[in-house]
């Protein structure tokens, strides 16, 4: 994430914050609406385990892709003070989730996927 | 009678027997045993929840000697109810517990459940059985008052494992290096809490209850909880994978938040807080300061606030975990932090002091903390040192979102 390196300049953070801001909500909005498809799709595959854990990631997701929303809506009200700190706790928990999503789900997708392919 | 409690100042740890024992209520208890359960159609969780219950009770009466109403005495002072286990023979027979915290915790939580609930207490009562009469008993709880019915009702068999594994005890203890210097910059007098919380009347009444806090509390086993989690997590890998174990550390962090906001919540909201801590307080910082010293009496432990940043971060480092200690003995080093509960715990007391305003007395609800994490940016906790990754002690950091 390139805005990393603006970490030291608020103002400049902020600017740079706005002109991916439409982008990376799309890209949470489109994962809000991934995880239910997957659900449905692992239930499709007779996958019960795996609709189960996805409900479980889910709502897990939901919250933070709701913080990361209010994040950067709020770009032009909140506190430039407090705008580094919670840029880098924002980027932390996109990479943990995106770690996550790496490990721990995407194999449940490619898993049902397969199965539904095969049948 | 009660049974004397160690209590190993120097560690911020408690035990009776060589058997760590900690402070938690229902809503910990419950939230736990309900995030477990939920995942019912992957594990065999009535054997995951009672085997626990079954080893470390198990080893607690033995090294105990216990004699014959030890047991009753024990369940009863630990705030789990009224044991009677007395009809007991070497053939089995029924038990009976009265006001079993389980059943009553999970009913103030989650109403009438579908099945009964108590499954520690079928596992105490199993421990009671093998130690009493030197032999492999099971025990299943038949009737519940979560699920509707009058008491709740234990049949014992004989059977079940034929021995039980050693519990680890206090586990792999530390010592402890000096505390950070920001750990005392405050007007608050931990070790005058901590010695007034020894005073408190915190073991089960009559009744078999621990009224305090607002909460009903429980001195319940570090170890049961440390083997539920871990072998939860154990068994989600093997049945399902990343995906599963994932889930399983996502759920167990959430108990940890759970357990926070409202034990935590119901500790600051108390007439002992009125009386005890708040005449202490200057600052909002100090209501963090006087929580960390009240969970300093609660046998966790010992937190310190390394760093705090007003309505920002909060850095904690703990010495002594009873997590880490447990894991450690129990299923050696890591590749992943292993403390689920105080990491949620961390997140929790942010939440609480700088987000959802626990100074204006707030009703702790359900509504409440989903609205905490719906709205506004709520604090996120990780634990980013683990003793058992290796680290000397156990280092969390709570920033808001």
Avoid at chain 1, 30 to 53: M, T, V
Avoid at chain 2, 16 to 38: M, R, W
Avoid at chain 2, 40 to 65: F, M, P, Q, R, W
Wanted: with cysteine; glycine share 8%; net charge neutral.
């Amino acid at each position: 994430m390139s805005g990393e390196a603006l970490v030291g300049n608020p103002a400049g953070l902020n600017a740079y914050l706005k002109t991916v801001s439409s982008e990376v909500l799309q890209h949470f909005q489109a994962k809000d609406l991934f995880y239910p498809r997957l659900a449905e799709q692992c239930s499709k595959a007779g996958d019960a385990a795996g609709a189960h854990l996805t409900r479980i990631f889910e709502s897990n997701m939901r919250v933070q892709s709701a913080a990361v929303q209010r994040f950067f809506e709020t770009l032009e009200t909140a506190p430039q003070a407090h705008l580094i700190s919670s840029f880098q706790t924002v980027v932390s928990v996109i990479r943990q989730r995106f770690s996550t999503e790496e490990r721990a789900v995407f194999p449940l997708y490619l898993r049902s996927a397969k199965t539904l392919g095969a049948s | 009678m009660s049974v004397a409690v160690d209590i190993h100042a120097d560690r911020y740890l408690a035990s009776i027997a060589g058997e760590p024992h900690v402070f938690h209520c229902h809503h910990y208890n419950c939230f736990l045993q309900k995030s477990i359960t939920d995942q019912s159609a992957l594990l065999d969780v009535k054997s995951l929840l009672t085997d626990a219950a079954a080893e470390v009770v198990y080893s607690e009466l033995t090294h105990l000697n216990a004699q014959s109403d030890t047991a009753q005495v024990l369940f009863g002072q630990l705030g789990f109810g009224v044991l009677d286990a007395s009809a007991l023979t070497p053939q089995g027979g029924n038990a009976t517990v009265k006001g079993s915290h389980y059943a009553l915790g999970w009913l103030s939580k989650f109403g009438k459940s579908s099945a009964p609930v108590c499954f520690f207490n079928a596992g105490f009562i199993e421990a009671a059985a093998r130690q009493k009469f030197g032999a492999a008993f099971k025990c299943v709880e038949t009737a519940c008052v979560a699920n509707g019915a009058a008491a709740c009702t234990y049949e014992v068999k004989p059977g079940g494992r034929p021995s039980l594994p050693a519990s680890v005890g206090l586990g792999k203890l530390t010592d402890y290096a000096p505390r950070p210097a920001k750990a005392t910059q405050t007007s608050v007098d931990e070790s005058a809490i901590i010695q007034a919380c020894g005073g408190l009347p915190l073991a089960g009444t009559a009744e078999g209850k621990i009224d305090a806090f607002g909460v009903a509390l429980t001195r319940q086993y570090s170890n049961y909880y440390n083997l539920i989690s871990y072998r939860f997590d154990q068994q989600m890998a093997a049945v399902a994978g990343e995906a599963a174990t994932t889930a399983a550390r996502m759920l167990l962090v959430e108990a940890g938040q759970v357990c926070a906001f409202h034990t935590f919540g119901g500790i600051m909201e108390s007439a002992e807080w009125e009386g005890l801590i708040k005449p202490m307080i200057k600052t909002t910082e100090d209501w963090v300061y006087g929580m960390v010293s009240v969970v300093n009496a609660l046998g966790w432990g010992r937190w310190s606030v390394a760093a705090l940043e007003p309505g920002q971060r909060l850095e904690l480092v703990v010495d002594g975990s009873y997590e880490s200690n447990g894991y450690l003995a129990a299923f050696g080093s890591s590749t992943t932090p292993r403390c689920h509960l105080a990491t949620g715990g961390t997140s929790g007391l942010m939440n609480l002091i700088y987000h959802a305003n626990i100074m204006s007395r707030p009703a702790l609800t359900p509504a409440l903390y989903e609205k905490t994490f719906a709205e506004g940016r709520f604090f996120v906790a990780r634990e980013v040192e683990c003793r058992t990754m290796g680290a000397a002690a156990c280092r969390f950091v709570a920033e808001r979102l």
